[in-house]
């Protein structure tokens, strides 16, 4: 009985295991914008958390503590998309596409 529970538990574990290897593989996501340089990325990317992070220190002035990382990568997606970014999956780095440095998980499907 014993081994026939430590099977079932080993099955488990590596069912589990292999679905969160398939479910987190994939091409990466890019930031894009047509006919913009790494100079132009930089600059949005620079000018956003800049922006963000003011805005962030007035909030935690003058409201009291928030979850900041979270908030924070909410505004920075809204303002790289109000600067026209998309955020799109690619299988390889087209021209036009950058990666962010910051986590940017957040701005699959905001962007």
């Excluded at 969160?20 to 006919?35: A, D, R, T, V």
């Excluded at 790494?38 to 963000?52: G, P």
């Excluded at 999956?89 to 950058?98: E, L, N």
Aim: charged share 25%; aromatic share 18%; hydrophobic share 30%.
């Amino acid at each position: 009985m014993r081994i026939k529970r430590l099977k079932h538990v080993w099955f488990m574990t590596v069912l589990l295991s292999s679905g969160m290897f398939f479910f987190s593989c994939g091409p990466p996501y890019y930031f894009l914008k047509p006919n913009t340089t790494s100079h132009d990325f930089l600059k949005d990317e620079y000018e956003c958390s800049r922006e963000v992070s003011q805005y962030m220190y007035n909030i935690q002035l003058y409201e009291g503590g928030s979850d900041y990382d979270k908030v924070f990568q909410e505004q920075w997606c809204e303002c790289m998309g109000i600067k026209n970014w998309k955020y799109q999956q690619s299988k390889t780095p087209c021209k036009g596409c950058f990666k962010a440095d910051r986590t940017d998980s957040d701005c699959k499907g905001k962007l």
